[in-house]
């Protein structure tokens, strides 16, 4: 009922998962700065999560985790997991799953990954993620596992349909406060979950991404800026629009793509849109 992608890229972890089913991303995924990664789906055993995590840590590879959780498991027969490690990936399809099911591993020093998936329209799912997984090799983390994720519901997906997905990436020392979260989103129940993870990460990296592409305010800039602003409830004028930049940009959760004496081109784009 459920297709997923457990990813490595250096020391950054993650998953991504949609199925016809809601609240996926409660059952699925999980993931731990510095550890791993592992899904666990068809008949879920939540377990399989912080236990493979606690493996993981303890040093066992990837294979050894999946051996580990399913050998003691009296119905692994109905389960899939996918698990990435420090330096290792491993998929796991029991043979009951619900047809079609099925998953790859694969990996080099720099990534890994394991996809799997069951309830699909059929293997062409895996093959599409698993393209998308390696054609997209440079971009982060984040992105490469929703680019597999939405080639996959491309290629069909879950048979059944569409209703939940989540991504979940972690990375020491990234995202909000410093935490170590790259990206945890979730999209609960909607009919194009996959598309509407993929607005959410957008938003996600709109607010909590650092400035890019700054460009200088001034000139005709700093005017236009000042006027859209202006429109937008914060007078200005081209002279104090950073003051007034600053004032929208608190309202609308931008805060970190601020740059003393210019403007990141997303935030330019969102008060252009904001505007238009």
Request: hydrophobic share 45%; proline share 4%; net charge negative.
């Amino acid at each position: 009922m459920t297709f997923s992608i457990v990813a490595r890229v250096g020391d950054a972890y993650g998953v991504a998962v949609a199925s016809k089913f809601p609240a996926v991303g409660a059952m699925v995924p999980a993931a731990r700065v510095g550890v791993g990664a592992v899904a666990t789906q068809s008949f879920a055993r939540i377990s399989y999560k912080e236990d493979g995590l606690a493996l993981l840590a303890q040093g066992h590879d990837a294979a050894e985790t999946v051996r580990r959780l399913t050998s003691t498991d009296e119905h692994a027969a109905e389960r899939q997991v996918g698990v990435v490690g420090v330096d290792s990936q491993a998929t796991f399809t029991g043979g009951s799953c619900m047809d079609w099911a099925g998953g790859v591993a694969g990996g080099d020093d720099e990534s890994g990954y394991a996809i799997q998936g069951n309830i699909l329209a059929g293997a062409e799912v895996v093959d599409a993620m698993e393209r998308a997984w390696l054609t997209t090799a440079g971009a982060p983390l984040p992105r490469r596992l929703l680019a597999a994720l939405l080639a996959g519901d491309a290629a069909g997906g879950d048979r059944r349909g569409r209703q939940g997905a989540a991504l979940i990436a972690v990375q020491a020392g990234t995202g909000y406060d410093h935490a170590g979260v790259l990206a945890d989103l979730r999209v609960d129940d909607h009919p194009e979950a996959p598309r509407e993870l993929e607005r959410l990460l957008d938003l996600h990296e709109l607010v909590s991404g650092p400035p890019e592409d700054v460009a200088p305010l001034v000139g005709d800039l700093a005017a236009e800026v000042a006027e859209r602003l202006t429109r937008l409830g914060h007078p200005a004028t081209a002279d104090d629009a950073e003051r007034a930049l600053e004032a929208w940009a608190g309202v609308e959760n931008y805060e970190m793509r601020l740059a003393p004496g210019g403007i990141d081109a997303r935030v330019l784009r969102a008060l252009r849109e904001a505007t238009a």
